[in-house]
């Protein structure tokens, strides 16, 4: 508290010109949203996200700033307003996301920032996809990286990766495997940019493509032992969580597919395999059962209804557990 009301002293003080000062509390809020987005339960965050936003508006609108100042700042309001679209979406509001990622994309044309444009197509993607319009989770992906086919960044992968895992809710299994060729081939050349550089959320580790990888052919209804072993190995990537890389929600979106996986296989210890995958997403705290995660536990109930295994009595409770699960998500207070 003591840290936040020493910052709005400072910005309040720099209002009639933008200071060094200023534009380093909106620099370093930026740094410190995307490093802790995916760690931390939304709620705790949200408040200084919406107040770090405001704040960048509103220097931006004061029109008291140098030109090289005003390109810093529309960046600052372009990466906020991502977080703003990626929080919206967690909430469940595809409507507010999508207003919030056309503001990002307006200020990221504004910085003439072409890696920030990427990822904004890149988060429009990733809304569409989670809210059931996979065709546009495709156009948006592949406008992406149609338009900006010079970039390094590991946003070169997580485009092609998005548009897999699209084309996968599709049943598009050629579009599915030669999307991933495309993703795998940009993997091999990715030179971090400055957004691989602010990290967190705002990258695309080896981690969460293998996530995305295993996702993409779970949906397609694989269960080979390729489909079998990349979606262990994408779980097993967010079992420690002290790397860089890890995030409550990728680490629930492997696990539910991995459930999938060994459904699938219907197996005698398929239910078992399956509530053992599953367990530490219904474990979840509401605070931190956003949209994806919801969603993801739904795909395991609807695959347990295909199942012999749903239909026995531990089946049966299963699928009623997530049922619970589902109903009590994630929501900001008042």
Known sequence: MAARRAREFALGAERGQLGDETLGFLQDEVARIAAVYQRVPLPTLFPDLSAAQENAFRLIEGGRVRPGQLRQLQVCASLLSWFMAKASHDMGDTHSAMMQARTAGVCAGQAEHPGLLAVVDGVKSLITYWAGRPEDAVFFARKGAAEHPALRGSVSAWLPALEARAAALLGDAEAVHEANRRAE??????????????????????????????????????????????????????????????????????????????????????????????????????????????????????????????????????????????????????
């Open 185 to 334: 081939d940009a993997r091999s050349g990715i030179t971090p940019d400055d957004l691989d550089n602010l990290g967190g959320v705002l990258a695309f580790p080896e981690a969460k493509h293998g996530y995305y990888t295993a996702e993409s052919r779970v949906l397609l209804g694989l269960s080979d032992k390729e489909t079998t072993e990349r979606a262990d190995a994408a779980t097993a990537a967010y079992q420690d969580r002290t790397t860089a890389h890890w995030a409550f929600d990728d680490e629930a979106g492997s696990r539910c597919n991995l459930a999938i996986v060994r459904l699938h296989a219907d197996s005698p210890d398929s239910l078992e395999g399956a509530a053992d995958a599953i367990r530490p997403v219904l474990d979840l705290p509401p605070a931190q059962r956003n949209n994806g995660i919801v969603v993801s536990a739904g795909r395991v109930a609807a695959a347990l209804a295909e199942s012999r295994a749903g239909r026995s009595p531990a089946g049966l409770q299963l699928r009623d557990e997530i049922g619970q699960f589902d109903t009590s998500r994630l929501a900001l207070p008042g």
